[in-house]
């Protein structure tokens, strides 16, 4: 289900963390998959920004602590990009369905 996003365990370091991260962004793309062709094509664009930005706030994560911030972060910031995602999913399907009356 689209709007099934869950946060299984975290694990330590950055390899996994990144791929955590990538796993949720793919959650993102099939939320926002409406819209025209620009439009789609703009947003993959920022997700696929913010998924890069992501991964090298990580692997600049030289010691424990470091990690552990930049973690807590880019998973905050990750929660609210998703968050909002299915916001815009709500909405444009209401959109859609009043279109169709």
Same mark, same amino acid.
């Given at each position: 289900?689209?709007? @099934?996003? %869950? &946060?299984?365990? !975290?694990? &330590?370091? +950055?390899?996994? #963390?990144?791929?955590?991260?990538?796993? %949720?962004?793919?959650?993102? =793309? *099939?939320? !926002? @998959? /409406?819209?025209?062709?620009? @439009?789609?094509?703009?947003?993959?664009?920022?997700?696929?920004?913010?998924?890069?930005? =992501?991964?090298?706030? #990580?692997?600049?994560?030289?010691?424990?602590?470091?990690?552990?911030? +930049?973690?807590?972060?880019? #998973? *905050?910031?990750?929660?609210?990009?998703?968050?909002?995602? !299915? &916001?815009? /999913? !709500?909405?444009?399907?209401?959109?859609?369905?009043?279109?169709? @009356?």
């Amino acid at each position: 289900a689209l709007l @099934d996003v %869950n &946060y299984p365990e !975290i694990s &330590y370091g +950055n390899h996994l #963390l990144a791929n955590e991260l990538r796993a %949720n962004l793919r959650v993102s =793309f *099939s939320i !926002i @998959d /409406h819209g025209n062709k620009k @439009d789609k094509k703009d947003k993959k664009a920022v997700w696929t920004q913010k998924n890069r930005t =992501f991964t090298e706030t #990580l692997n600049m994560s030289a010691n424990p602590t470091t990690l552990q911030a +930049n973690k807590k972060e880019a #998973l *905050s910031k990750i929660t609210n990009d998703i968050a909002e995602a !299915i &916001y815009l /999913h !709500i909405i444009n399907h209401i959109m859609r369905l009043q279109k169709a @009356d």
